[in-house]
């Protein structure tokens, strides 16, 4: 590759669904404390930090069910969806 080019980034499967059912999990847990899920999930996905995620009803082992990598490919690629 030549200096200046882009690098792609691709990943093989589709883990829609799964992503899905991680953060409805993971949202559900962290309203249901009384955190806001922004804010959360974003100091989860900067840091890698699993404390930013509640251990309320298992929402901290089910986010680390998929590497954060993935699960941000998933949610950008379906806001961008919305934007299209």
Do not use: C, W
Not at 5 to 25: N, W, Y
Not at 27 to 53: C, E, H, W
Not at 60 to 79: F, G, N, Q
């Amino acid at each position: 590759m030549e200096k200046g080019e882009t690098t792609r980034f691709e990943f093989g499967a589709d883990h829609s669904l799964e992503v899905r059912e991680i953060m409805s999990q993971v949202l559900q847990a962290l309203r249901q404390k009384g955190y806001n899920p922004v804010n959360q999930l974003v100091g989860y996905f900067m840091s890698g930090d699993p404390t930013y995620i509640t251990n309320h009803n298992g929402a901290r082992a089910v986010i680390r069910r998929m590497e954060r990598d993935e699960m941000l490919e998933v949610i950008l690629s379906e806001y961008i969806k919305t934007l299209e």
